[in-house]
DNA sequence: TGACCACAGTTTTTT
DNA sequence: ACTGTGGTCA
């Protein structure tokens, strides 16, 4: 190599980094170095995405510039000169010049596949990239593991046997395939939970053994549960095999099939990503491993970033070896530790610190920030859990005097069952809350519902799908009739909806084959209608003709009320979908997105609010205000882990993560004794609370434990003290009266009907759903009416005013 | 087929 | 304490 060469390699690097001037040293390192095998241990708080964004840009931008001593061209001295002179006075309008003489191969966007867990960190990705490198970035393969699998299967699955149009089984869908094959099997439920069978199965998956294996497995071994849950196992994927349905974990697992026994598929892939990143690598199972090294095995350009202190989700399979091994599986791998935060402050770092400290399977950082010592860190302990909430409360109401929003406080806990004591004494206070978290949108039975639905109508094959919803609404066609149609159904290799079309050729189903065949007709009315109709009018039209509406607004309790909201906002995501430009703004299109995106109501921001939240779901924000409570041990570390080194290893990473969320102040709660389940318990204080340092925090205790919570009235943890305390008492006055008239208007009926349209008896009405009818009567109920309608074709129905609304009109 | 009662389980969660 | 589910009875 001429010294001519070295000076422009040199020089090449410099230019480029010079357009990654706003990171660190280490930040910086991590997206130029991109050539080979790279992890990036990234610590809480350390810009990581950043890194990742930049990473994209400097790869779509100048390839491998930065990480290679090739030079694609004949250089000359001028143009080493020139960068010489670029470096050290960079002029815009020689950028281009620059541009050109630093790029080697740049990345075409469909070249580079970025891998996240959630929808969402692959839809900030998404956005972040777009917004720094314009529409270019629109190709970039950034998705999560599961849609990138789908998008891989839904060109080549054949090759593996099911047909390109499969459907995606979520874990509800799952288990019933798994009752149903315990059922046939003649085994108890209670001797084998679908909950464990599930785990089992999947835990076979992700060591990609087949039914006929894992069997063999433990006949050689003699386990006769093992031997039942293999048969099931094995039922278990017949079925889904002749519904051409994949579940979960299907999706990888069968990727990973795919792309390790088809040469030509595999090649295809791994000539096409040049480079592949994967994000939370430490939350990566073991088939996800075996896919991200088969797709990166062509170029061998892999850069996975994760932080082995955050790994949380070993019960789901993750598995930590993964990163923790990254360097002896990937020979010549280079590591990048990212350890400065920009997040907390000192105190609050080496709190987490001293924690993570005494675990032994980790790789090692210590977190450091510029941002300087700030508050130490709180623990307090209180007498019980109302106690605990009420202290909570008490600061975040402080906090909030002094300027703070709502929304600037996160509450932390393990359990969702925890989430009870702090929702009361939000309620009492009048604080706006809420909860991340619990049972999600498309996990709503109502939302299901329509959506088996629609799936349906996209595929009738969908025997699961059909069966959820054949009766409901309520069609008089109960179980019994569906066990034997499914029976013919087998017994012909006929699908469940072919059979109960062609009802009548069974005498089995002499009873109800009219009812069957009215269903299916329902169902080809809907099919026909879908041609070229607008998604959205579709679905309100499948609402209605189907009846689902009509029966939740029938029932006319709170309950329905909800879920009737819930149908309606379906129709929004049905909206959200389209509006985001989908390749494929079909019904199925829709399914299949729908069917991988789960978490609609990431309505984190928006709202002013107090969040609550498990620790897990924490995870990747951060707040101003933190506040963990329950630390105790029996509730965290929860029984479970004092006894398992490891799962205990687990728990002091999620306590890690936990406390690593805090910007500003970080507070620590437990209890002396705690209901839970029904009993009260008196627990310890968490061992990691004495794993702090002692100089990094202040813990506040009772002396003596109050013998009973007072009433409502009673905010003695407000504490303010000196000077200040008269004012804040009469604010504190205030703040009641505004409580007390929150609450009176809660318990109270809500507002009078004013906005009400007075419909009276005897006035003929229009329903979208029932038709024409008569209004018999109209009864005032709370702020809203109960009308008794007959109408022409359905009979006589009961509507409440407020919910029919919408869909009455006169005459 | 639908209503009602007894009973068990109860960490964490994404796809 | 609470909730969802499964089994039994009308």
């Not at 969402?120 to 270019?136: C, S």
């Not at 906005?755 to 109209?778: N, R, W, Y």
Request: glycine share 6%; proline share 4%; with cysteine.
């Amino acid at each position: 190599m001429t010294e001519l060469e070295k000076r422009f390699i040199a020089a090449r690097r410099q230019a480029i980094a010079m357009e990654y001037g706003k990171l660190n040293e280490r930040q910086r390192q991590g997206v130029l170095t991109t050539e080979g095998p790279l992890l990036l241990l990234a610590g809480a708080g350390s810009g990581k995405t950043t890194v990742l964004i930049n990473r994209v840009a400097n790869l779509l931008k100048y390839g491998r510039g930065s990480d290679t001593e090739e030079i694609p061209m004949p250089i000359t001295g001028d143009e080493v000169e020139f960068l010489e002179g670029y470096i050290q006075n960079p002029d815009p309008a020689q950028k281009p010049l620059m541009e050109y003489l630093c790029a080697v191969e740049p990345a075409r966007p469909w070249e580079v596949l970025a891998i996240t867990f959630t929808n969402k960190a692959a839809t900030e990705l998404k956005e972040r990239l777009e917004r720094m490198l314009g529409e270019e970035a629109r190709d970039v393969w950034a998705s999560t593991f599961h849609s990138a699998c789908v998008r891989i299967l839904r060109r080549d699955i054949e090759h593996v046997g099911f047909s390109r149009d499969f459907t995606i089984y979520d874990t509800d869908d799952s288990k019933r395939v798994v009752k149903d094959c315990l059922k046939s099997l003649g085994l108890d439920e209670k001797t084998f939970p679908v909950r464990e069978v599930l785990a089992v199965m999947s835990d076979a998956k992700d060591r990609m053994q087949t039914p006929e294996q894992f069997c063999k497995q433990w006949e050689s071994a003699g386990e006769w549960r093992k031997i039942r849950i293999g048969k099931v196992y094995r039922l278990y994927t017949q079925k889904l095999f002749e519904a051409n349905a994949l579940d979960f974990d299907d999706i990888i697992l069968h990727t990973v099939r795919l792309l390790r026994d088809h040469r030509e598929v595999r090649e295809y892939y791994q000539r096409k990503f040049r480079y592949v990143l994967i994000d939370e690598y430490q939350d990566t199972n073991n088939l996800q491993y075996q896919l991200a090294s088969l797709l990166a095995g062509g170029h061998r350009n892999i850069c996975v970033v994760g932080d082995d202190d955050q790994s949380i989700y070993r019960f789901r399979g993750a598995n930590i070896e993964n990163i923790l091994n990254f360097e002896s599986e990937y020979k010549g791998a280079r590591t990048i530790r990212l350890e400065q935060n920009y997040r907390s402050t000192q105190h609050i770092l080496d709190a987490a610190n001293g924690v993570i400290r005494n675990n032994l399977g980790r790789k090692g950082k210590t977190l450091w920030t510029n941002n300087g010592a700030g508050d130490t860190v709180t623990v307090k302990t209180t007498f019980n859990e109302s106690d605990e909430a009420n202290y909570v409360l008490g600061q975040i109401m402080m906090a909030y005097r002094r300027g703070a929003n709502w929304k600037d406080n996160a509450i932390l806990y393990r359990m969702n069952a925890q989430s009870n004591a702090l929702e009361y004494a939000c309620k009492r206070n009048g604080v706006p809350y809420k909860i991340i978290g619990g049972t999600k949108f498309f996990d709503r039975a109502e939302v299901k519902d329509m959506l088996a639905y629609l799936c349906v109508i996209n595929n009738p094959a969908d025997d699961l799908r059909l069966r959820r919803i054949v009766n409901v609404p309520s069609r008089k066609i109960g179980a019994a009739t569906v066990d034997k149609a499914q029976l013919l159904a087998t017994r012909d290799g006929r699908t469940l909806y072919e059979v109960f079309a062609h009802a009548e050729e069974y005498p089995e189903l002499k009873n109800t084959a009219a009812k069957l065949k009215a269903f299916t007709e329902l169902i080809e009315t809907m099919r026909r209608a879908l041609d070229g109709a607008e998604l959205v009018d579709y679905y309100s039209y499948v609402c209605e003709t189907t009846g689902y509406v009509a029966m939740l607004q029938e029932k006319n309790d709170p309950e329905s009320l909800a879920r009737l909201e819930n149908v309606e906002e379906l129709s929004s995501s049905i909206h959200a979908f389209l509006d985001h430009e989908p390749d494929n703004p079909t019904l199925a299109g829709f399914l299949d997105e729908v069917a991988l995106y789960t978490d609609l109501d990431d309505t984190t921001d928006g709202d002013n609010c107090v969040l609550m939240m498990t620790m897990h779901s924490a995870k990747g924000l951060e707040f101003p205000y933190v506040y963990v409570v329950g630390m105790e041990e029996g509730i965290f570390p929860g029984n479970r882990a004092v006894s398992d080194p490891e799962e205990l290893e687990e728990e002091r990473r999620l306590c890690y993560v936990a406390m690593t969320r805090a910007k500003e102040h970080l507070t620590l709660t437990n209890a002396r004794q705690r209901m839970l389940f029904g009993r009260t318990a008196a627990s310890m204080p968490s061992r990691f609370l004495n794993e702090i340092p002692e100089n990094d925090m202040e813990w506040l205790s009772k002396p003596e434990p109050r013998q009973e919570r007072p009433a409502f009235d009673d905010f003695d943890d407000y504490g303010a003290s000196g000077g200040v305390a008269y004012r804040v008492d009469v604010e504190i006055a205030a703040h009641r009266q505004q409580v007390k008239k929150t609450l009176d208007s809660v318990r109270k009926a809500p507002t009078p009907s004013a906005a009400l349209p007075d419909i009276k008896a005897g006035e003929t009405v229009h329903h979208s759903a029932f038709g024409k009818g008569m209004v018999l009567s109209v009864r005032p109920m709370g702020g809203d009416a109960l009308l008794e309608v007959a109408f022409d074709n359905v009979g006589t129905k009961k509507l409440m005013l407020k919910t029919a609304m919408s869909h009455l009109t006169r005459g």
